[in-house]
């Protein structure tokens, strides 16, 4: 199953999500990774799926609720860009149906020409920037050996220069890490030079692949907030410091759109009772149910319980 959601994004209204790569398959291990640590550490790009196949999971689904789509997100396990079909899946999904495609991607190999070149007719495209210092660069990205910070800021801006759609820059911050007047000065100066509609400033909302991964402090976000909007303009600059809005509602089989969203995007419990209530008489069962297979798993985080895709179970 490729498609998961719609969610409800912050960002991008009602989100169908495309899940195009394999389970943490990434050129990056980010230390506040909501999934966990990359297991499949890599910076090969190769079509993992194909790519007719997920074009018509999307389509097939757009034809029965696509009215409830604000946009089709190619946000999967991993980095979106490995995957060497993008362009066609991209391009497949716009010829037969009338809707914004985005991408987030880690901007890890956009100075990769073909990289570029298949993710340009994409409608909206979010580049992380978590820091611009090699140090801080490999301390909260922990990018793939053979990745150099020169090229990735490069290709970035030189993507920036050609795309046509919509260009924003996510800048998550992890306390002591990253965080400091000095960071963000840097990553405004550089975000000055891309072609940006929005740079969003995120937190950890949701349990990090590292135990020592803590939020910001108020005082942190708030400096960071009036440093980088110092550069850029305050109505370039906002806020990613509140949870998601929880899904409106659960789509098809109760058990298969759980496992398919909580593989991508943990679920608080009460959030996923909401959902399936719409297509299910017992949503607690049908959880408690993908828990005791051990297919689902709770994970507990600042006093809130969430439910994420067991995959050494499903692997």
């Not at 495209?125 to 140090?135: G, L, R, Y």
């Not at 990018?143 to 993507?159: A, M, N």
């Not at 110092?230 to 109760?254: F, I, K, Q």
Request: glycine share 6%; with cysteine.
């Amino acid at each position: 199953m490729f498609v998961f959601g719609p969610i409800r994004s912050r960002r991008l209204g009602r989100s169908l999500g495309v899940n195009n790569v394999p389970y943490k398959t990434c050129s990056y291990s980010c230390v506040y990774c909501q999934l966990g640590r990359t297991t499949t550490y890599t910076v090969e790009r190769r079509c993992f799926y194909d790519w007719r196949e997920v074009v018509g999971e999307v389509i097939g689904f757009l034809r029965r609720f696509g009215s409830e789509v604000d946009y089709v997100t190619l946000v999967p396990d991993g980095e979106p860009t490995l995957d060497a079909c993008i362009g066609k899946i991209i391009e497949g999904i716009k010829k037969e149906a009338s809707v914004r495609v985005a991408v987030l991607t880690n901007a890890s190999l956009l100075w990769l020409d073909d990289v570029k070149s298949g993710i340009m007719e994409a409608d909206y495209i979010s580049v992380k920037v978590d820091a611009v210092s090699e140090d801080v660069w490999k301390a909260v990205n922990r990018p793939h050996p053979v990745l150099k910070l020169g090229d990735v800021l490069s290709g970035v801006i030189e993507f920036s220069r050609g795309f046509r759609g919509v260009l924003v820059s996510e800048t998550m911050l992890v306390h002591g890490v990253n965080t400091g007047a000095v960071r963000y000065e840097e990553v405004a100066r550089y975000l000055k030079n891309l072609n940006l509609y929005k740079a969003f400033i995120a937190i950890p909302v949701r349990p990090p692949a590292e135990p020592y991964v803590e939020p910001p402090q108020e005082r942190e976000v708030v400096e960071a907030y009036e440093v980088i909007s110092h550069v850029l303009g305050s109505n370039r600059v906002e806020l990613l410091n509140t949870p998601e809005p929880p899904p409106d509602r659960a789509y098809g089989d109760p058990e298969a759109w759980l496992l398919s969203t909580a593989s991508v995007h943990p679920l608080r419990y009460e959030h996923a009772v909401k959902a399936l209530e719409k297509v299910s008489s017992n949503p607690e069962e049908v959880i408690e149910s993908l828990v005791k297979k051990n297919l689902v798993v709770k994970i507990h985080y600042a006093g809130t319980t969430y439910l994420l895709r067991n995959f050494r179970k499903a692997l």
